[in-house]
């Protein structure tokens, strides 16, 4: 251990990425130039093309050019932006979010405790446990989550409220996971586990399985802590119906994170396709909370991917009261979006190993924050000005004065804003996803930190699958925990049981056959087993119009083949669903196995080419990389790597059932309720709703 360890009190060129990411390098300057000056460099910009719904957003009848030479006189304004926050007033409708100590190495959650309270701000702690130098701070907000790391008495009545965490955006419907190797001393103490174990939370709360538990709980807690209680959940597909739950169960809050969010370790499948974007939730939430007359006297907190004053702004327009700000507090004083949170070796100092060679320089990062804060504080004192408010709470809920552009009239109808210049919202780009090695090495789940990777919305979709988004349930039902309760994958393949539903093609390597036959799966190709497509009735199609027109619905074959390689003039994802609709209208799906074949790699895919109706999915970009990475090995290495693969697919596809209550894979083939197109002209042809419906 090294006795004096290099202070961090600098910034370092942030990470480049081999695809643009949303955290780029012009919002890294933003916030770092925010930090310097007090000022933001801009407080409104002009709607973009690409990117989030709030990118797309403007204020109908403000000039950026205008509305931003108002900046340097912005502390002259009369104008209030500050908020009453159970009691305490604060200076801006900021809350700084829920990140743990154990996610984060100390220095940084006593950064952000001092800053938010001598600024005039609130922070959540996050779930691990209590640090005494952050005790010291007022304006934190506590967290009852589901391992109850650290839970005391002192916890629960420190601060000025309690939040129960439900989920969160980078995993929701996923529990925690903090690696042993950066549980030391000091975080083992106060999250009251063993040093060097793995800290990890379970996906639900075994005591939260409906709204009337909830309502328990939050009963129980404030009469408790004597403080108001908030619920933070996931922004998920059914959002809506959670957050009225959430007011109905008496809680004075909720906090809701969107897809997107930051986090220390995630899964990299669940990261970038669980949940939807917070700019699709908060408006159909604040409709559906005044609709049930649960809206007045209720605080709408939301988060992920924000970064301006023009983010808070046009989000409390949505109808949001308070936007949480994340990751880009951490960009405030020096993250760099390496993506090497949960490794322990942050070259920042944020999230590294404690007691070992850096840490973060708090009077630094504080000083940071804190003008940071004040250029949010500053660049929404003038749109609010320029809107001729008085007070950022005429702004909640104001979504006529937006317009947006660059999306479809299905997404504009759903968040209802008027709809300029209409145009799709997916993007796409041609490149092949990095493989990590965790997938071909261990057989497990990449993990990853930190967040700002949506597909098809502020990354690069490759294909239109990418922009559907998995369903996980918060609040309403239970999540399963796929490492502590069984959760089937076995796939009915004719009269045999096929144990997963990845299949393999014959055609990339013997090996791949061999590994085939050890895992049960379903082999395509040239052979003989009793899981062998030679075995049934069958036939290969390409996704194509003419196809279905000429009748494979009655072909009365045992196995359709849809493989993608064959041509056709539709996408893959866009005809099995089609396929599986016409199956079930001649009332012969529950004979026949849909087979989708094509260029995926994740449990992701799997999971949602199920949902649109495919019963076996044969990812061949995942096979065909290593296969090309590794054809001059032996055999039974080659071997060794795609059996690696598959299970590593298939853990993912049971973390991404269980988010969503899932115990059955062959329950949810053809259930297209359980995703939703964050595009609507996406949502159309694959049939399924927008995010948000």
Known sequence: ????????????????????????????????????????????SEPR?????LDRISFKDLRPREVNELLEKADKLDVDVGMDFFGTRLRAPIYVGDMSFGALSGNPNIAIAKAV???????????????????????????????????????????LAVNIKIGQGAKPGIGGHLPGRKVVDIIAQLRKIPKGSDALSPAPHHDIYSIEDLAQRVKALRDISRKPVLVKVAAVNKIMYVAVGVARSTAEGIIIDGAGAGTGATPLAIRNHLGIPIDYAIPVVHEWLRKNGVRDNFLVIGGGMLFSAEDVAKLIALGADMANIGTAALLSFGCIMCHACHTGGCPTALTNLIGYGKELDVEWAAGNLRNYLKALEAGLKVIVYALGFSSVRELVGR?????????????????????????????YGKYEPVVSQEVYERGEPPIIGMGGVVPGYTYPARRPLDLLRIEAVQVTRPSVDPYREPVSIEVNIGRFKADTPVGVAAEVDEALVEVGRGLGAFIYGNCEDELCVNNYDWVAVPPSGATLANGVAELGREIIVVDERLGGDMWLEEYIPRLDVELKKRRVRDRVVVVAVGEFYDGADVYKLAALGADVVIPLGIFTYIHRRFKDSPMWKRAEKYENAILSIEKELKLAMGAGGVTNYQHMVGNRDLVRSLDGAVAKRLGVEVAGR
């Open 49 to 53: 093309r690409v990117g989030r719904l």
């Open 1 to 44: 251990m090294i006795s004096k360890p290099v202070v961090v009190k600098s910034y370092i060129p942030p990470a480049r990425h081999r695809v643009p990411e949303f955290w780029d390098e012009e919002k890294t300057s933003y916030v770092r130039a925010s930090s310097q000056r007090g000022l933001p460099p801009y407080a409104l």
């Open 399 to 427: 979504k006529d004065l937006l317009k947006i552009d660059y999306v479809d009239e299905e997404v504009a109808s759903t968040i209802g804003v008027e709809l300029g210049t209409p145009r799709g919202v997916a993007f």
């Open 117 to 159: 309270t001598e600024f005039g701000a609130v922070a959540g702690i996050g779930e691990g446990g209590l640090h005494p130098e952050v005790a010291k701070y007022r304006n934190i907000v506590v967290q009852w989550a589901s391992a109850r790391f650290g839970m005391g008495l002192d916890l629960l009545r420190a601060g």
